[in-house]
């Protein structure tokens, strides 16, 4: 099986507007008689398909096809960052549409969680604009992790927003911030965010022959460009203005009749928790579970229950 330590690189043909995808195709690849739907699985605020969690992603890898890939501008992939999430799932629209897939579930974590809504929801609606110009894509089912709703009754801001971004926007990313961001601020969250910041550093150059990613801005090397503009999406969604029409998803979600299953933390720092409640109360084919004792970065923080309750979804 292929893992997320071995995964070649691969890349689209440019895009209508020139952009050459990064991606990754994990896991066994489904009998031509039977085909399963593979999962893409789209990540967070300054991350790439590098970082995110092997254990999670090689758990689910083992049981469907598995799609990772960068954002426009992001990690390995080239253009420009998006500035809005619209058109963040506008891009990945385009992306699926040039390496041929027509159906997916998507997984959406964080800031993922934003762009996997309006792929499903843009892609729902046929629309006149970029998004019909990548083809009609089916999203079969939907999870969605640590995320929220655009902005609309119900829909919280962190009471914790300087805190956030003072360590989310930091020069350097490195561990520290997301022991706060992240994983419970005690002994057993500490060791969680360790534990996971080990997992994430696995794969490398020697064992995949292929150019290995860092986090989206780091080190400003790109003198802040992408970091801004991944912000830039967050405040929209977050604005009522953001919110309206196409380019949000709040008043929308009780027509995405699709299977979801939404996740998070029993305190999410970042994105209150209370959100995933509004998430799940707004959609009409919605199951909701929420983590114990953990964060924002639930999903890795029990990566094992959460892959086994996302194939369960999955395979239901």
């Known amino acids: 099986m292929t893992t997320h330590q071995t995964a070649r690189t691969l890349y689209t043909p ?6 050459i995808f990064a991606y990754r195709r994990l896991g066994t690849p489904s ?18 398909m590098d970082k995110f969690d092997p254990l999670l992603v090689n ?43 027509t159906e997916v579930d998507v997984l959406g974590f964080s800031l993922g969680g934003m762009v996997a809504q309006l792929v499903a929801l843009n892609s729902e609606s046929a629309a ?96 802040g460009v992408g970091l801004r503009g991944q912000s830039e999406q967050i405040g929209k969604w ?10 949000g998803s709040y008043a929308r979600l009780g027509g995405l009749g699709i299977p979801v299953l939404v996740v998070n933390g029993s305190d999410d720092y970042m994105i209150p928790t ?11 084919n919605a199951q909701l579970i929420v983590y114990p004792r953990s964060g924002h970065g639930a999903i890795f923080q029990y990566a094992t229950h959460f892959a086994q309750d996302a194939l369960r979804f999955l395979e239901a």
Do not use: C, M
């Not at 995933?276 to 707004?282: C, D, K, P, Y």
């Open 128 to 223: 006149e604009g970029p998004e019909s110009k990548s083809g009609r894509i089916k999203v079969r089912k939907l999870i969605l992790a640590g995320t929220t709703p655009s902005a609309g009754p119900g829909a919280q801001g962190s009471p914790n927003a300087e805190d956030v971004g003072r360590w989310a926007g930091g020069k350097d990313v490195g561990v520290d911030a997301f022991k706060v961001l992240f994983f419970p601020r005690d002994r057993e969250g500490d060791a969680a965010a360790e534990s996971w910041w080990d997992r994430i550093h696995e794969r490398g150059e020697a064992a995949t022959a292929t150019a290995t990613a860092t986090w989206l801005s780091d080190g400003y090397a790109d003198g």
């Open 238 to 247: 977050g604005s009522e203005e953001g919110s309206q029409g196409l380019d």
């Open 274 to 284: 209370i959100n995933s409640f509004t998430l799940q109360q707004r959609l009409p």
């Open 31 to 48: 009998p031509s008689a039977h085909p399963v739907v593979p999962l893409l699985i789209l990540t967070h605020f300054r991350g790439v």
């Open 59 to 101: 758990l689910l890898a083992a049981a469907r096809p598995v799609l990772l890939v960068d954002y426009s501008g992001v990690g390995l992939s080239t253009g420009p960052v998006a500035t809005s999430v619209r058109q963040s799932a506008s891009d990945i629209l385009t992306f699926l549409s040039l390496i041929g897939e």
């Open 14 to 19: 440019p895009s209508p507007s020139g952009t």
